[in-house]
Structure formats: structure tokens, C-alpha cells
């Protein structure tokens, strides 16, 4: 089992940013990709970036390209979500989610991959 738990979120006027904090603990070595997943209330949960924590390849929906960046400290089993230029449309619970075995994939940004759920950490962009 893997253990996750987030940090970091609150509310921010568009244009602003954020840093998205994730804790990582239990049997991290099977974990073969990590990502954050975002819901807006009344929409199904969408993923937003994820990282293969072998060898850090990233991949980003198009809706945040350019503007959130995703990395991971290895030695303090932390990742992280870096946002900027944050527009109100980011508004939503964000969760931090991992995956045994399988890799990460380019063509692959569904919620539905992951195995391993935090309990999501809430952001707010106000116009």
C-alpha cells in the first residue's frame, strides 16, 4: 500500500500561483507513476500532469501547458505541482494519485489509471 497525503492549496487571485505539496510513504518502490488529478465541482475528476518517478518523464494536459510543472524529490518521496498563471477554470479539489507497475503514458491522463489516492487539497482562483 502506498500513502498519500497533499498540502499547499488555497485560494489566489488569477494570475497568481501556487505549490502543491505530496507525501509519499508505504511501499513507494512499486510505485511506477504519480500525477495530480484535479475536480471542479459538478465535473468528473480530469488528470492534469504525471511523472514517471524512474527516470522523471512528465506529461501535462493541454489545459495547463506552459503554466504548471510537475516534479518529485525522490529523497523526501515528495511531489510537487508548481502552478502559475492560474486562471479561475483551475478552481477545484486537487489530488495527488499514484500507480503500480505501469508507467506513466503520454497518451494516458485518466483518473481512472491510478491506483493510490490522497485526500486532495482544495484551490480557489478568483477573477
Known amino acids: 500500500q502506498v500513502q498519500l497525503g497533499e498540502s499547499g492549496g488555497g485560494s489566489v487571485q488569477a494570475g497568481g500561483s501556487l505549490r502543491l505539496s505530496c507525501a509519499a510513504s508505504?511501499?513507494?518502490?512499486?510505485?511506477?507513476?504519480m500525477g495530480w488529478v484535479r475536480q471542479a465541482p459538478g465535473k468528473e475528476r480530469e488528470g492534469v500532469a504525471t511523472?514517471?518517478?524512474?527516470?522523471?518523464?512528465?506529461y501535462y494536459a493541454d489545459s495547463v501547458k506552459g503554466r504548471f510543472t510537475i516534479s518529485e524529490d525522490n529523497v523526501k518521496n515528495t511531489l510537487y505541482l508548481q502552478m502559475s498563471s492560474l486562471k479561475p477554470e483551475d478552481t477545484g479539489m486537487y489530488y495527488c494519485a499514484a500507480k503500480a507497475v505501469y508507467s506513466c503514458s503520454s497518451g494516458d491522463m485518466s483518473a481512472a489509471q491510478f491506483n493510490y489516492w490522497g485526500q486532495g487539497t482544495q484551490v480557489t482562483v478568483s477573477s
Open positions: 508505504g511501499r513507494t518502490n512499486n510505485v511506477a507513476c
Open positions: 511523472i514517471d518517478p524512474r527516470d522523471d518523464t512528465t
